[in-house]
């Protein structure tokens, strides 16, 4: 799958720098490790669709993506035709959409979640060009996504992708409003994940539909750390009965373990700059658990990675100021 995804027909000319990244997300695969985001999330996509079932992508910019991350849709330089390399890559497969929608998020969100409600055996996804711009669907959030269910008995896979974080692209470029989602969570009616894992994003969005039930998924995605050289899976993580982990963290011997002195609960891309600063110093003394499911909460899974260390200093860490995020969530 993974070689067929990367393969143009004959006599299509593609750009240069997209051959480029075509051939180093083949290369990925080929080699078993270095897997980054952009092809874990075409992985799942291509499997699902392999297993029969159907994906449905829609966006300001998701042919693209916002951040030239995905390029799920290329454009031939001399003639302007236009292929979709997921549309065909199997003899039998499910049916592969991807819109570049208007800019109406609450339009397209609404005809999003009354598509996934028609058609459960199709992955339907929206994703919104920055996480922000979810406030334009605010009403469908509140009065259909996050309690349809209690409200007409009617379950809904649909994904919503949201770009969070905080690096410097002003008030309407930065946060999804991670609490607004975490404020509406009760009776597991919705899901919120923050992944920093590309296997763990495969797994997630894989989820979905091999589950013999539907629930809205939030999923905050990267932006910066999208090209982050350790924000890569190895093949084997994909695979070998693999699955989804609410919660992550690095292992450790048991000599290093008693080394630690301090655990940092955080969840998304702050991992990354915290592990880098961790290893610029070489702290020894630290050690990271990252809560990649925040609701519902998994409160078994984090007690058993932490319980190892019920004699330090346990802190929750995140890059958005202190009256919005996680914390508040976190804190009950």
């Not at 490790?33 to 092809?39: L, R």
């Not at 995905?70 to 236009?82: G, I, S």
């Not at 592990?275 to 909460?297: A, T």
Request: net charge neutral; aromatic share 10%.
């Amino acid at each position: 799958i993974g070689k067929s995804i990367h393969q143009f027909p004959e006599n299509f000319h593609v750009h240069k720098r997209i051959l480029k990244i075509f051939e180093n997300r083949k290369k990925s695969i080929e080699n078993e490790k270095g897997i980054d985001w952009s092809t874990a999330e075409s992985l799942a996509f291509a499997t699902l669709l392999k297993e029969g079932y159907g994906v449905r992508l829609s966006g300001q910019d998701v042919g693209r993506g916002t951040f030239s991350q995905r390029h799920a849709v290329l454009y031939d330089q001399e003639n302007e035709n236009r292929f979709v390399p997921l549309r065909h890559f199997a003899k039998e497969q499910g049916l592969f959409e991807i819109v570049d929608s208007f800019l109406s998020e609450f339009g397209v969100l609404g005809f999003e979640y009354g598509y996934s409600q028609t058609d459960p055996k199709t992955l339907v996804l929206w994703e919104a060009q920055f996480g922000d711009f979810a406030n334009g669907a605010q009403i469908i959030i509140d009065q259909f996504l996050t309690t349809g269910e209690r409200k007409w008995l009617r379950m809904s896979g649909l994904t919503i992708l949201l770009p969070h974080g905080h690096e410097g692209q002003g008030p309407e470029h930065t946060s999804s409003r991670l609490e607004r989602f975490l404020l509406m969570c009760a009776e597991d009616n919705i899901q919120v994940a923050n992944c920093t894992s590309p296997a763990n994003y495969f797994h997630i969005l894989r989820r979905q539909l091999l589950r013999d039930f539907r629930k809205p998924l939030i999923l905050m995605t990267p932006k910066s750390t999208l090209r982050h050289k350790k924000n890569t899976s190895s093949l084997d993580e994909f695979t070998n009965g693999s699955t989804f982990h609410r919660v992550l963290s690095n292992s450790l011997t048991d000599s290093e373990k008693k080394e630690i002195t301090r655990v940092i609960l955080c969840s998304g891309k702050i991992y990354f700059e915290l592990q880098d600063h961790i290893e610029k110093l070489n702290k020894k003394n630290i050690h990271i658990v990252r809560i990649e499911q925040l609701y519902p909460f998994p409160y078994e899974t984090l007690i058993d990675a932490i319980k190892s260390f019920s004699n330090c200093e346990i802190i929750w860490c995140q890059e958005e100021p202190k009256n919005i995020g996680a914390i508040g969530f976190m804190s009950l």
